[in-house]
């Protein structure tokens, strides 16, 4: 997660930001900051609860349900890679049920430097308006500017509904559960579902969407795209626009809303996932220069009788801070299971396997490669893929894949994690006398995770990035520190 700080009118730098779980903001928070936020923050408006880091809205959510991944403003270069923004205003009033965020940023990279500003506000009635206005500082060329709106794929897959042009022409549609090779939606600028007695609709004015299905290059999400209207790929000097986005909740029952995290997040191991397996751990260069999932999505006929079928992953594509690096990872499921339906007998194989994607330099916390990668190997397994090579080659890196690898070809275990939206993940496998479960923090905060229901017998903990030392483990419970990854062994 990238922010810039600004002292006397000069960037200073971007810094890197740890995942963000902290408390609700209080009606007490109502005055301004006016320098960029140097942490995101908790925000309202009415019954959405959402996540505002690095000039964008996150995670936003309606008591349980996420009703949307993300909305922020994207400017692509000639190439399609996302120009990072630079910020020199980030102004944000919270309110316990509304909030007023100013922005103002510069993307600048080999093509073009665009300079934009943003009002963003968040009212007591479940509504949120999103308006920019930019313009080019340069001569430059682009291939998209716009505002940019994910449907994270794990609460949306199957979900109905609803497209609605500038002339308020109505088409039905649906959120695939399989990755789509084809655009999700075209030309609409409005999108409106219904989901749990709750009706949410997205729209802008100025510009049409185009929705696409991004578990293509990663992503665990769908994203509606619109363009500025420029006549792309040149962009002229002074070129001027303005977009607004409105989202708009109603129908959400008056509840509490929920902590982003609770005082404990409760685990319970339970039954084998069907077809879930550890997959082989092979060296990074194992796989060579496998095919992009996207090149083999949209040329099926190709490959859809092989036996084997290879292909990269990475879970940073489109942008590359922590959040998204680790939201990406239950991606390379759907990715799997679309394989497999179209080639049964096939053996899957995934890699090279990539944490930073296209931006190399990207630093990461202390821990979080660790974590990471254990957690991708849950994923991985829940795809029930056979045989994977990370491109990984951090030490902590390196140390969970070597640990993991005596475990080839056991059975996953189902592991429940409450409450939903929790900052640690579980998973779990069965040997020979033995039950291990694995508790990895995603997040840069400390976590205290209770283990119900134990299997009964002896009890290990080994921290895994750490020298691996055993501790005694008290009432079935544990602190994790940031970034965390615990094996917990119980031996009948």
Known sequence: MILALKTDSIVLACVLLSLFTSATATAADTQPSTQPEAEPVMLHAGPIQLKFADGELRY???????????????????????????????EVTPGDDHFQIHLTAACSGR?????????????????????VTGAAATDGTSRRIGLCVLYGAAAMGGQKFELLDKNGQITQGQFPLLVSPTLV???????????????????VAESPFDMEDQRNYGDSSFKAYNLLPYPYP????????????????????????????????????????????????????????????????????????????????????????????????????????????????????????????????????????????????KYLAIGNVDEVAFAETTPEAQRMLTLFQPFTGKPLLDVKVEPRFASVDAFAAADIGTTVLWLVNRSGNTQHVVIDGAPAGAVQVIRLPTAGVPEALAAESIDLAPFDVCEVTFSR
């Open 185 to 203: 939606g075209k030309q609409f600028n409005t999108l409106r579902y219904s989901a749990d007695g709750l009706k949410v609709q997205c729209g």
């Open 111 to 131: 093509s073009l430097r665009y300079d934009w500003s943003a009002e963003i506000t968040g009212s007591a009635d479940g509504t949120i308006v999103f308006r």
């Open 234 to 377: 040149k962009i002229a000097k002074g070129s001027h626009l303005t977009q607004t986005l409105t989202l708009s909740v109603a129908g959400a029952a008056p509840t509490t809303q929920p902590q982003w995290d609770a005082a404990a997040t409760h685990v319970r191991i339970g039954s084998p996932i069907a077809g879930a397996t550890f997959p082989a751990i092979g060296s990074r260069n194992t796989f060579g220069g496998a095919a992009s999932f996207v090149s083999l999505n949209q040329h099926r006929d190709k490959w859809k009788d092989s036996t084997a079928v290879t292909w990269s992953w990475t879970t940073a594509t489109h942008l590359p801070d922590d959040d998204v690096a680790m939201e990406n990872l239950p991606a390379i499921v759907d990715q799997a299971h679309t394989i497999k339906s179209l080639a049964p007998r096939a053996l899957l194989r995934v890699g090279p396997i990539s944490m930073n994607g296209r931006w190399p330099r990207i630093e990461r916390p202390a821990g979080f490669a660790a974590a990471w990668s254990a957690d991708a190997l």
């Open 60 to 90: 936003l959510r309606v008591g349980d349900r996420e009703i949307m991944r993300r909305i922020y403003f994207g400017v692509r270069d000639v190439s399609m890679g996302t120009e990072l923004p630079v910020f020199s205003q980030m």
